[in-house]
């Protein structure tokens, strides 16, 4: 700390770097935190989940339609099949991104 009393101007310098770099690694975590979540390769539905089956199987009706698309929850997708039934009694909006495939339904990776 001696040395840094006697050079008031490298003390400067140095608090202004530790500063600077305090701030860019601060704007750094929140541009992160702006992107989006899901990664994408996925496809997005917004809508209202109005149904569920056996196994892992759910209902959403999209948004301003009422066409039914069901999903079926992807091995090893971070989903919890409770918090789908939570948006099923509460009618909450639920965004589902999935993954199509060709011959079955829709694989559900997210579901919020």
Known sequence: MG???RFPTVA???VALVVTGV????ALQGLRALEPSAP??????HGIVVA??????FAVEESGTTKLIWFQVAK??????????RH???RAPTDVYYLPEKNGLPLAWIAD
């Open 12 to 14: 400067a310098w140095l």
């Open 3 to 5: 040395c840094l009393a």
């Open 52 to 57: 569920t089956g056996k196994g892992e199987l």
């Open 76 to 85: 090893g997708a971070p989903i919890s099949f409770a918090h789908v039934l």
């Open 40 to 45: 994408s390769h996925l496809y997005h539905l």
């Open 88 to 90: 099923l009694h509460s």
């Open 23 to 26: 701030g860019t690694l601060a």
